[in-house]
């Protein structure tokens, strides 16, 4: 059972990228901006509360992240592996799902950080908000997102570094390309 976890800017191909991960090894996937888009279509309260950090281009608060990743993990029990992507996205919720897995008696295997420059995120996103029609996709709310990703995301680098876990991987170019970079980190875990 091999834990990974997909992080890096908004824009970053953290979904994109598990899309075809998913595909190609069979591993579960939890994607928290997923779980909370779906809340906020329930009308749940967990969606209520959400909705106005992420239009604003804040993160959800860490308590209501954590419940809900407790809350999942709990009904997926995943078995083959597990990719984590958007989460964890502060050092808080970092801490607090080495925590939960070291409960199950298993921990974070990999943590494979996206790198694309600022340019193109931008470009990126306000490509997919011409179509996708998500609220946060518009270029005062992804500029806050960056900052807030620069902010309170990326130091969880250093987290993981410390454990020696973290692995950066070039995020521009082609899409397969970039899978493919992703694959060797994945062959040497084994
Ligand atoms: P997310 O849903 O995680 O949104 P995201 O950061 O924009 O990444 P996403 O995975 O969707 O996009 P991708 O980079 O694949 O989060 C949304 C919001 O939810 C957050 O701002 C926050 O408010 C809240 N939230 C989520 N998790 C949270 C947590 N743990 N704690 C607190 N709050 C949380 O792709 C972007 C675009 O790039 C796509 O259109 C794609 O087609 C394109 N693209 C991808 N790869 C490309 C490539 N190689 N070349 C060209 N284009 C590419």
């Known amino acids: 059972m091999l ?10 191909g953290k979904g994109t990228q598990s ?15 997923d779980l909370l888009r779906e809340e906020i279509k329930q009308e749940s309260e967990l969606g209520k509360a959400a909705k106005s950090f992420i ?14 990743i ?6 997926r029990q995943p078995k083959r592996g597990l990719i984590l992507d958007g989460f964890p996205r502060t050092v808080a ?6 925590e939960l897995f070291a409960k199950h008696g298993t921990a974070v295997h990999a943590v ?20 996708s029609g998500r609220s946060d996709d518009n270029l005062e709310t992804i500029k806050k997102r960056l900052d807030v990703y620069h902010a309170q995301t990326a130091p969880i680098a250093e987290h993981y570094g410390k454990k020696g876990v973290h692995h950066a991987i070039p995020g521009s170019g082609a899409i397969s390309d970039i899978t493919a970079r992703i694959g060797e980190v994945i062959d040497t875990l084994g």
């Open 3 to 12: 834990n990974l976890v997909i992080f890096g800017a908004p824009g970053s």
């Open 19 to 33: 899309e075809v991960l998913i595909e190609q090894y069979g591993f579960d996937h939890i994607s928290t901006g």
């Open 55 to 68: 239009d604003a281009g804040q993160l959800v608060p860490d308590g209501l992240i954590i419940g809900m």
């Open 70 to 75: 407790e809350k999942v993990l709990e009904e």
């Open 93 to 98: 919720q970092a801490e607090a799902l080495d």
């Open 112 to 131: 494979l950080e996206l790198r694309v420059g600022e340019d193109e995120l931008i470009q990126r996103l306000l490509k997919r908000g011409m179509g």
